[in-house]
Every structure is written in C-alpha cells, then in structure tokens.
C-alpha cells in the first residue's frame, strides 16, 4: 500500500517536483501553496480550480494536516502559550508574543534538545526527534489559522523547543514557505533563526536562505560557556566568533547579527563579564538583546536582579552597542521554553495527569 504523502510541509519547488510525478502541471504548485497557506484550507475537495479528477486524486495520494493542539494557556499581558501534539505522540510548544507593531510567533524545531544548555528547561528533558518540515510550518498554520479572532502572524523566530541548525533541512524547508509570496510572505528580517552555535551549519546557511541569525551566547569567556552552554565545548568561542564574522562577511555589511544573553544571578552577570563581553564582540556588527532568567522547576538558578540587569546594559552601551532588554513574559504561564511540556512529562511519569511546561 502506498504511503500518503503530507503537502503541509512541502516548499515551491518540492510541489512542483510532487507535481511533476504525478504529471501535472507546474502551475499545480503555487495554487495549492496559496490555498494551504494564504487561505488554511486542508480539504482537496474544496480547491475549486483543481478539476474534480485531480482532486480525487489529490485526495487517494497526499493529505495536508497539521499538528494538535493540546492545551493553550493565556497570560494576563495576551502572551499565549501552545502545547502541541505530533503524530508520534511527543509534545512541543509554540508561544504567540503580541507587541506594539507585530505579532511574533515563537516556534519549536525539535521535540527536546539535546544540548542541555543548564539554564533551559528544555535541555533539562533530553532529546526525542527532529521535527519534520510539516510539523513546524504547520505551527504557522496553527497560529494563523485554527483561531480566526487572532490576528496574523508578523514575525517568527525560531526559539521554541530544539537546536534550528541540528534540523537543518526541515528548518529550512519551513522558512522558504514563510518567506515565500505564495506562502506567507514574510521577509528575511521576520524571521529569525536561533542557534547556540553550531558552526558548520552557521557557515553553511547563507548559501542555503536569507533570513535573520541570532545567537545564543550568554557567556564571553569559554570556561563559563562551557558549563553554561556545553556545545562550547565542541566549537568554542574563536570558532563561534569566526562563523560570525564570516556570515558578515558574506553579506558585505548589510546584515547584522542578534546576541542574546540570558541574565542569571551571580553566574554571568557581573561588570567585569560585561566588559570582557563588549571587548570580544568589538567589531562584529551586532545588536545585543539581554533576557533576564526565566526560573523553572529543578533549576538552582535565580533571575539577575534589576541593578544588576541595569549595570550590564549600561556597560554594553557605553561601549557603543546597541542593547535592548527583553520584557520577561508569561510567567504566569510557565513562560520558560520547555516548562509546559516538563510538567506533562513529569505528570505522565508520575502515572497523573497535571499541565505543562512552555517556551
């Protein structure tokens, strides 16, 4: 019996290949792109410029269907927090950031990580699989589509649950279909992807994708971004910084790159760690985006407090760099990446069902 293919996740150019094996016209390609994705229909039968014959065939060998939402939480500031399902039964999340002039979507690559960043309650879960092209275009769907009363999505970033660049391929699929006219439309600078520095893939994605890059620094100095970030140790800071310069480079100025840094209490926000950060960031051109510590069930780390938080960014923009400080949101709704599906994971385990951990 022949397996059903799922179209929810295939970009342009991989309908007009599923087209052309079934021998169907090129065109085919770029009206079902807009019927999925501009106008979240998922039923062949109700195309209305596929013929009949084609749509019952459509139907005999492909589906469009996107992941389960399981739960949704709502902080009082409007942030929502999704708990999806995927087919194999694993759990991610998605969270829905509303701001001033966009509507942000913060979206998951992996179920798990495997990374085990010791600040991130998703690493503290382990790893279970990548998710597959579909499963994370169709978090877009889901934000765009399964709640009418929502407005559309703007932005997307890829920081939810997972490392972007150890899913390569799939990361990849899903962004051409956001930036795609025929998809979603967005443009380079609307969507961002996240890595903690995974350098053969950094060097490799601008021959791959125009899109926005940030990276997960958290520590200027290897020996406190070994123990915070232990993929340092495979690609230390002088690899991180010169996959960095290099992405630069191949855009000529004309690209920047985002810096985040999660903020904890005691461990890596102190003057002199601010310091050494703006001396080894001299010269890349950047912004710097400071994210006081969500606290999570199981960590021993605290929040920066706010003179603390105050003194770094000072420090940071004395030296000329741009510094914003991320709004801490959804607290009330386990606002750290990986918390609702911790708590899942736990109840599961414990034989009871309780919530769920988030982004």
């Not at 150890?166 to 998809?183: C, H, T, W």
Request: glycine fraction near 6%.
């Amino acid at each position: 019996m022949e397996i059903k293919e799922n179209l929810l996740g295939y970009s342009l150019s991989s309908l007009e290949d599923f087209f052309k094996k079934i021998n169907e016209p090129k065109f085919r390609a770029k009206q079902l792109l807009q019927w999925i994705h501009q106008k979240g229909v998922l039923d062949f039968n109700e195309m209305t410029d596929f013929n009949k014959p084609l749509r019952e065939r459509l139907d005999s060998i492909a589906y469009i269907l996107p992941p389960i939402i399981e739960e949704i939480h709502k902080s009082p500031e409007g942030t929502i927090k999704y708990l999806i399902k995927l087919d194999s039964g694993s759990m991610v999340e998605m969270v829905r950031i509303p701001e001033k002039k966009r509507m942000t979507l913060c979206i998951s690559s992996q179920a798990g990580c495997a990374l085990q960043c010791t600040f991130c309650a998703t690493g503290a879960q382990g790893f279970e699989k990548n998710l597959t092209a579909d499963e994370i275009i169709g978090q877009v769907w889901l934000a765009n589509f399964n709640d009418k009363n929502e407005l559309p999505i703007t932005n997307v970033v890829f920081m939810g649950m997972g490392e972007p660049l150890l899913n390569f391929r799939p990361v990849i699929e899903s962004a051409k279909i956001m930036k795609d006219q025929l998809g979603y439309g967005l443009s380079r600078k609307r969507i961002t992807i996240s890595t903690s520095g995974i350098t053969p893939q950094i060097d490799k994605l601008p021959d791959e994708i125009d899109v926005s890059l940030a990276i997960s620094l958290h520590a200027p100095i290897n020996e406190l971004r070994d123990e915070l970030v232990p993929i340092n140790k495979k690609y230390p800071i002088n690899m991180l910084m010169k996959s960095c310069n290099d992405y630069l480079d191949k855009y000529e100025g004309k690209r920047n790159i985002t810096i985040e840094y999660v903020l904890i209490d005691g461990v890596n926000d102190s003057p002199e760690l601010a310091r050494q950060l703006a001396k080894l960031l001299s010269g890349v051109y950047c912004k710097i985006n400071l994210i006081p510590f969500n606290p999570f069930d199981g960590s021993n780390y605290k929040r920066s407090n706010n003179t603390n938080i105050s003194n770094f960014k000072n420090i940071l923009m004395d030296k000329g760099f741009i510094t914003t400080l991320r709004i801490t949101r959804g607290d009330a709704i386990d606002g750290a990446c990986g918390q609702l599906v911790g708590k899942l994971t736990k109840s599961v385990k414990g034989k009871k069902l309780i919530s769920h951990r988030s982004i």
